[in-house]
């Protein structure tokens, strides 16, 4: 039996009991928690059982698998790495578990192509003559870039929401080979690498995170490697280019619409004043990030720690007009054609989870205490970049914001929820919460009320931090060339107590 008690409780009875096995009695001999997920626990069996339960339903287990014929005397969760499991059983082996592809939700044709690839693949690694068949190496390739094909029409069916996790793990596998088999097939040319990278940033864009974020670790490996081999490191000359174009681009502010500035706030104070009431310019609060400080971001800077890999950007100024689309390139290439470039087609990395894609990036980015207050632990980070002149037009998000400026600066203009009706939003399902109006340029023949609507406005510069409470309409355009990060997190969060003992809680005391 396996019983969970409430050492709260005054009661001697568990607040829960389930059996091991159903069908007779097999003694507990192991068992071990999840290092960050507490309520899933993995227990191991007399009988070599290996059996997951989720504690909030522990009534039925969520995996069962046979892990020895014997006793399993021991099992760990890897406490940095919880997708990864040991068992020891009594006859002396230890095996190592990780989370693998369940294939048998993909369709049989595309079970029995992953199969061919993946004995192919190993057959050509495993070649025990120097130089690989190029025939052998060429069938493979049409192979693997025919099962990308399939799964990526797998992917565009429906929306996105609605795909299989096992279909984007299955292109991520998929894509792992290419890489793989591109690095063989071009280890000695610059061509291969590139090919490699590209295969690898698919994988993420488009894929699941596969064996502790293998597809990452391979692109930052070889984009170090393509930076180094790079013939000529090219020093950007951004701010002079900046000082050129910004002439005329700043609006005519009233400092009486201006947002307000908090340097710092306690936690204290954000809770009490400014949580969900207002908008504030929070100064002083990105300080002490890398990317502020000794690993500065520039053009040239995210040249050489992601130069080579590929993101999608949006090609347009503003994603309500009728040109408006979405486009493949690398780094390298975007800053080419849309950052140094004047060009009449605005480009922009916008609301793209950047961070995720490449770890490196985030370690210069430490998010702020405010965004631990409430009950909810998964953040959005997503990425802003692009040249002066990007626009994002006037709308509002439904979780709390904090839109940080790590380079240039940017005008921003806040209206209040209770002022929807004269914003004219978007009649379609899919612009609900965006404004029809064109912000600075409004058609007042059309949208009337627009001009009687009260704003704030501000211009945000580098190392300051806007906070936005949930459905605050926002309108956004960049003075220069800018990179922000933004924080989003659910609406739900911790509150204030209106009764009861406890009105506040501080590190170091609890206050009446």
Same mark, same amino acid.
């Given at each position: 039996?396996?019983?969970?008690?409430?050492?709260? %409780?005054?009661?001697?009875?568990?607040?829960?009991?389930?059996?091991?096995?159903?069908?007779?009695?097999?003694?507990?001999? %192991?068992?071990?928690?999840?290092?960050?997920?507490?309520?899933?626990?993995?227990?191991?069996?007399?009988?070599?059982?290996?059996?997951?339960?989720?504690?909030?339903?522990?009534?039925?287990?969520?995996?069962?698998?046979?892990?020895?014929?014997?006793?399993?005397?021991?099992?760990?969760?890897?406490?940095?790495?919880?997708?990864?499991?040991?068992?020891?059983?009594?006859?002396?082996?230890?095996?190592?578990?990780?989370?693998?592809?369940?294939?048998?939700?993909?369709?049989?044709?595309?079970?029995?192509?992953?199969?061919?690839?993946?004995?192919?693949?190993?057959?050509?690694?495993? #070649?025990?003559?120097?130089?690989?068949?190029?025939?052998?190496?060429?069938?493979?390739?049409?192979?693997?870039?025919?099962?990308?094909?399939?799964?990526?029409? +797998?992917?565009?069916?429906?929306?996105?929401?609605?795909?299989?996790?096992?279909?984007?793990?299955?292109?991520?596998?998929?894509?792992?080979?290419?890489?793989?088999?591109?690095?063989?097939?071009?280890?000695?040319?610059?061509?291969?690498?590139?090919?490699?990278?590209?295969?690898?940033?698919?994988?993420?864009?488009?894929?699941?995170?596969?064996?502790?974020?293998?597809?990452?670790?391979?692109?930052?490996?070889?984009?170090?490697?393509?930076?180094?081999?790079?013939?000529?490191?090219?020093?950007?000359?951004?701010?002079?280019?900046?000082?050129?174009?910004? #002439?005329?681009?700043?609006?005519?502010?009233?400092?009486?619409?201006?947002?307000?500035?908090?340097?710092?706030?306690?936690?204290?104070?954000?809770?009490?004043?400014?949580?969900?009431?207002?908008?504030?310019?929070?100064?002083?609060?990105?300080?002490?990030?890398?990317?502020?400080?000794?690993?500065?971001?520039?053009?040239?800077?995210?040249?050489? =720690?992601?130069?080579?890999?590929?993101?999608?950007?949006?090609?347009?100024?503003?994603?309500?007009?009728?040109?408006?689309?979405?486009?493949?390139?690398? =780094?390298?290439?975007? !800053?080419?054609?849309?950052?140094?470039?004047?060009?009449?087609?605005?480009?922009?990395?916008?609301?793209?989870?950047?961070?995720?894609?490449?770890?490196?990036?985030?370690?210069?980015?430490?998010?702020?205490?405010?965004?631990?207050?409430?009950?909810?632990?998964? !953040?959005?980070?997503?990425?802003?970049?692009?040249?002066?002149?990007? !626009?994002?037009?006037?709308?509002?998000?439904?979780?709390?914001?904090?839109?940080?400026?790590?380079?240039?600066?940017?005008?921003?203009?806040?209206?209040?929820?209770?002022?929807?009706?004269?914003?004219?939003?978007?009649?379609?399902?899919?612009?609900?919460?965006?404004? +029809?109006?064109?912000?600075?340029?409004?058609?007042?023949?059309?949208?009337?009320?627009?001009?009687?609507?009260?704003?704030?406005?501000?211009?945000?510069?580098?190392?300051?931090?806007?906070?936005?409470?949930?459905?605050?309409?926002?309108?956004?355009?960049?003075?220069?060339?800018?990179?922000?990060?933004?924080?989003?997190?659910?609406?739900?969060?911790?509150?204030?107590?209106?009764?009861?003992?406890?009105?506040?809680?501080?590190?170091? +005391?609890?206050?009446?």
């Amino acid at each position: 039996m396996i019983k969970l008690w409430d050492l709260r %409780s005054i009661s001697e009875k568990p607040i829960l009991s389930t059996s091991l096995s159903e069908d007779s009695e097999v003694g507990v001999t %192991s068992m071990d928690r999840h290092p960050f997920q507490g309520h899933i626990v993995a227990v191991g069996g007399y009988d070599g059982m290996l059996t997951v339960y989720d504690m909030r339903k522990a009534q039925t287990p969520v995996t069962v698998m046979e892990a020895s014929d014997n006793c399993l005397n021991d099992l760990r969760f890897h406490p940095e790495r919880a997708d990864h499991l040991f068992t020891a059983s009594e006859s002396g082996s230890v095996w190592h578990w990780l989370d693998k592809m369940d294939d048998k939700k993909l369709n049989p044709s595309i079970r029995h192509l992953f199969g061919e690839i993946t004995q192919m693949y190993l057959e050509v690694r495993n #070649n025990s003559s120097t130089q690989f068949s190029e025939t052998e190496c060429s069938t493979l390739l049409l192979k693997i870039d025919s099962a990308l094909h399939y799964v990526w029409e +797998q992917l565009h069916t429906g929306q996105w929401k609605d795909v299989d996790p096992e279909w984007r793990k299955l292109y991520s596998y998929v894509s792992l080979f290419k890489a793989l088999l591109c690095l063989e097939l071009g280890k000695d040319e610059g061509s291969g690498l590139v090919n490699a990278i590209a295969a690898c940033d698919m994988g993420l864009i488009m894929g699941e995170p596969i064996l502790d974020g293998l597809l990452s670790n391979i692109a930052d490996s070889l984009n170090e490697k393509l930076w180094i081999l790079s013939e000529t490191k090219r020093t950007i000359q951004e701010n002079q280019n900046e000082q050129e174009d910004n #002439n005329g681009c700043y609006p005519q502010m009233n400092k009486d619409n201006f947002v307000e500035t908090v340097h710092v706030p306690s936690i204290e104070t954000f809770l009490l004043d400014i949580m969900n009431k207002k908008p504030v310019v929070i100064t002083g609060a990105m300080d002490f990030w890398p990317a502020m400080s000794e690993s500065r971001w520039s053009v040239n800077y995210l040249r050489k =720690v992601a130069g080579y890999r590929t993101v999608p950007i949006e090609i347009g100024s503003k994603y309500t007009d009728d040109a408006w689309s979405q486009s493949l390139t690398t =780094v390298n290439q975007f !800053i080419d054609n849309y950052i140094l470039t004047s060009n009449a087609t605005a480009g922009y990395l916008a609301q793209y989870q950047l961070f995720q894609q490449i770890p490196q990036l985030k370690k210069d980015i430490l998010v702020p205490d405010y965004c631990y207050l409430g009950t909810c632990d998964d !953040i959005q980070l997503n990425a802003w970049f692009g040249p002066r002149g990007t !626009i994002s037009p006037l709308h509002y998000d439904p979780d709390h914001n904090f839109l940080s400026q790590v380079v240039g600066s940017k005008y921003i203009r806040l209206y209040s929820e209770e002022v929807t009706s004269s914003l004219y939003p978007h009649e379609q399902d899919l612009l609900f919460n965006t404004s +029809q109006v064109d912000v600075e340029h409004p058609d007042i023949e059309h949208f009337p009320l627009f001009l009687s609507a009260p704003y704030l406005e501000t211009i945000l510069e580098s190392g300051s931090m806007l906070y936005l409470p949930p459905r605050v309409w926002h309108y956004v355009r960049s003075l220069s060339t800018s990179f922000s990060d933004c924080l989003r997190v659910e609406r739900q969060w911790y509150g204030i107590p209106n009764s009861g003992p406890f009105r506040l809680a501080r590190l170091g +005391q609890i206050r009446e």
